[in-house]
């Protein structure tokens, strides 16, 4: 039986606005009415049964997976998606792709468009516009970096996959920019963050009164924003225990947090060459990531032995780069996991945000021996035996001076990562079935209603 393709709209062109409205809507009415028909005549074959219910999640995400995740969100994206496909769910994935990507899944795709959204690599002229239309626009900057595309315009896309049966909103950016388009049906929100708390301590930890300004903004219209989601949603899926509290959720039986895999290589943590002392990867130029960073260089790295090494991978901000030289910062690397596979001790350094740590899990999958601080295992049942948790500067480096001298002296401190891996699937997929017989629980009661 034929697939349907993946299904990217028609050429897009800026309007007076500068917003991008499709240049020929003809050919938008012509593709979405192929795309339903071929959606129609295929749907059997790819549908889960709950009861008499067919289970049809439109999964809508600013990025859609495109098979080399390079950051925490991507790679939860792709592991909460996977969850819902192995509990039999059929998904289609709409949303937009980095600029020369394509998508994982092709053939349950919608894309949007590309973009990018990343600060790092904008432009002063471009975060200006950025600003200058979530003022006038009264949405969030995470937001409104999505509205590339009109309103009409995503409406139709969201047409095209009819019939489904329920939204999963993935994040706050891409539903938040389309905020009143997703009222047609039962929705699941997927909480990555409590976004306003962390857009509050990136307040507290800025440096500049602008920066202070627009991260205060960006939390009082975040805290509303997830207000909203929440309390529209049959049922909210966040990534850490303790964020169910934090968003108002305790006690409602409408929340789960999903203890997230990340598909590492565990094959290559098993005789390990071990080449540099510490490693730090990921994406520094995101503010509670870089808080973390900054943390860790100036408070503990001063307490390290004179001879142990660091190495940061990853996009760093030069600022950073110029004020710790001592530091090796590698940039990205060609595998993230080879990375932390040749280092003596992993440090986990998180100091804000919420949500769960996707380097954490990656390193406990790996059995890779490290030292975290208790942010960094937020929402983590079994932490293995090979990791210290210290938040004292003092105490993680003396932890680390520990660890990298029995490194050095032959000791084996990897772990057995598998179990650790089977035991976070096992509850991820507890979770989800949760999140999902509530979620059919709404959509027979609204068809019995009408």
Not at 1 to 18: H, I, S, T
Not at 128 to 137: E, H, P, Q, T, Y
Not at 164 to 190: S, T
Not at 265 to 288: E, F, H, N, Y
Request: with cysteine; glycine share 8%; charged share 25%.
């Amino acid at each position: 039986m034929k697939r349907v393709g993946a299904k990217r709209l028609p050429k897009l062109q800026p309007d007076e606005a500068g917003d991008v409205v499709f240049e020929d809507r003809s050919a938008m009415d012509v593709k979405v009415h192929e795309h339903r028909k071929r959606r129609k005549s295929h749907q059997m074959s790819v549908r889960m049964e709950l009861g008499s219910l067919v289970m049809h999640l439109l999964f809508v995400t600013s990025i859609v997976p495109d098979g080399k995740p390079t950051t925490g969100y991507e790679i939860a994206n792709k592991a909460i998606i996977d969850g819902l496909v192995r509990a039999g769910a059929r998904v289609t994935v709409i949303g937009f792709v980095w600029p020369g990507s394509k998508p994982l899944d092709p053939y349950n795709t919608i894309i949007l468009g590309e973009v990018d959204v990343r600060n790092d690599t904008a432009n002063f002229a471009q975060k200006l516009r950025w600003f200058g239309k979530a003022m006038m626009s009264g949405l969030t900057v995470s937001s409104v970096k999505l509205r590339v595309v009109t309103k009409e315009t995503f409406r139709a896309a969201i047409a095209s996959v009819e019939p489904f049966d329920a939204y999963v909103l993935n994040g706050v950016p891409l539903p938040g920019a389309f905020e009143d388009c997703f009222d047609d049906k039962p929705q699941i929100f997927i909480a990555h963050n409590v976004e306003h708390r962390s857009a509050r301590e990136n307040a507290e930890a800025a440096t500049s009164s602008v920066q202070k300004y627009l991260f205060s903004r960006e939390s009082r219209l975040l805290m509303g924003l997830e207000k909203r989601l929440c309390g529209r949603a049959s049922f909210v899926f966040t990534l850490a225990d303790d964020d169910i509290d934090a968003l108002g959720l305790s006690g409602t039986g409408r929340a789960a947090a999903l203890p997230l895999v990340t598909g590492a290589d565990t094959a290559k943590s098993k005789g390990r060459k071990v080449v540099r002392d510490l490693g730090l990867i990921g994406t520094w130029t995101w503010q509670p990531n870089r808080i973390g960073l900054e943390w860790f260089l100036r408070e503990v790295v001063p307490h390290l032995d004179k001879d142990i090494g660091v190495t940061v991978a990853g996009s760093t901000p030069a600022d950073i780069k110029a004020a710790w030289p001592e530091a090796t910062f590698a940039g990205r690397v060609a595998d993230a996991t080879d990375f932390v596979c040749g280092c003596a001790v992993i440090p986990l350094i998180s100091r804000a945000g919420s949500g769960v740590q996707l380097k954490t899990i990656e390193t406990f999958e790996l059995g890779l021996p490290s030292v975290a601080t208790a942010l960094s295992v937020r929402g983590i049942a079994d932490i293995p035996d090979n990791c210290v948790v210290a938040d004292d500067p003092v105490a993680f480096a003396k932890a680390v001076n520990a660890r990298v001298a029995r490194v050095r002296a032959g000791e084996d401190l990897v772990r057995e990562g598998d179990a650790f891996r089977a035991a976070q699937l096992v509850r991820f997929d507890q979770h989800i079935r949760l999140g999902l017989d509530r979620l059919e629980a709404r959509i027979v009661n609204g068809r019995a209603a009408a």
